[in-house]
């Protein structure tokens, strides 16, 4: 195990699921590290030689280190799991298109509802519901006729979304009205090697 990947993560973060969750549907051996965000961990040495910035997940693979979930993703596919990034370039410029939409909308809307109501978080919720009410808009529409996001096989973008789409309703935000998206969920659900995040109670800072 001493040679397998290191995730430093929090088993809450959507963000560090993405990347759990994509290292489990590629088949890439890892162990967790679970960091202690409530007691500071990621804000305090050894952590902060790890990231600088301070924030969960960070990947240590031997002797690379990479902060992001998105950047990991796009790393993580590259040398293990190259089925699940596009080489064409219109195909891969729009994963890249994917993985800003899950930085930026996704981000600010469902994952921004979801810390109000799960941690707690000090921020605007009819603000970050509005956002959330675009981004899936935006999201059940490009899926329309569509199995994955790009291609026709499911690929990093897909995982990119998933985290923060499937956990929106902690955040108050509901999936009822965009079947596209649901059905997308259900389908990556579906796949070998799918693991869940853990649901909080809303309300409940965990």
């Known amino acids: 195990m001493s040679n397998a990947l ?7 973060s959507g963000h560090s699921h993405r990347v759990e ?9 890892y162990e967790f590290i679970k960091v202690d965000l409530a007691g500071g961990e990621h804000k305090k040495q050894p952590f902060l030689s790890l990231n600088p910035a ?10 690379v280190v990479v902060a992001d979930s998105n950047a990991i ?5 590259r040398k293990y799991a190259p089925d699940w990034i596009p080489t064409d370039m219109p195909s891969e410029a729009q994963v890249q298109q994917y993985l800003s939409f899950a930085a930026g909308e996704l981000a600010n809307g469902p994952a921004a509802a979801r810390l109000i109501t799960v941690f707690g978080a000090p921020l605007d919720a009819d603000r970050a519901k509005a956002v959330a009410e675009r981004a899936f808009e935006y999201l059940e529409a490009q899926l329309k006729g569509r199995v994955w996001l790009v291609g026709d096989r499911p690929s990093i973008a897909d995982v990119a979304v ?17 079947p596209n998206i649901r059905g997308l969920l259900t389908r990556i659900e579906g796949l ?12 409940l800072v965990a």
């Open 73 to 77: 993703l796009v790393y993580l596919a």
């Open 162 to 178: 998933y985290s923060y789409t499937a956990h929106a309703p902690e955040g108050n935000v509901s999936l009822d009205t965009y």
């Open 21 to 29: 969750l994509f290292a489990n549907l590629a088949g890439i051996d």
């Open 6 to 12: 290191r995730i430093h993560g929090f088993p809450l």
């Open 192 to 203: 070998n090697g799918f693991v869940p995040m853990p649901t909080t109670a809303v309300g």
């Open 54 to 63: 301070g924030k969960v997940p960070v990947i240590q693979d031997e002797d």
